[in-house]
């Protein structure tokens, strides 16, 4: 499986950008996708990750403001993000996980967002 992200960049404080993410190769039917961050000096975690029957799990830090969705006839995940912060700033990564306890386990190269104050 290829994880193929796009949509990151330089945005001003209060801006939107909007992630994208394709998945190619292989098709689950029972998977989850997601977005994770890492910003420089942490530790990778978890921004939101919606299943393929529609659950969603969201961070604490971007509830209200981040919304995920994801298109199943491109296999796409989206992350729209709005009202970001300088702490939003990251390397963005895509995620697929599949197969029995998600042992299938997809990273995209990561997508740069950057928020400046």
């Known amino acids: 499986v290829q994880l193929q992200a796009s949509g990151g960049g330089l945005v001003q404080s209060g801006g939107s950008l909007r992630l994208s993410c394709v998945a190619s190769g292989s098709r689950f039917s029972k998977d989850v996708m997601g977005w994770y961050r890492q910003a420089p000096g942490k530790e990778r975690e978890l921004v939101a990750r919606?299943?393929?029957?529609?659950?969603?799990t969201s961070a604490d830090a971007v509830k209200g403001r981040f919304t995920i969705s994801r298109d199943d006839a491109k296999y796409e995940v989206i992350l729209q993000m709005n009202n970001l912060t300088p702490e939003d700033t990251a390397v963005y990564y895509c995620n697929l996980k599949a197969g029995i306890l998600w042992h299938l386990d997809y990273w995209g190269k990561g997508t740069l967002v950057t928020v400046s104050s």
């Open positions: 919606i299943m393929s029957d529609g659950t969603i």
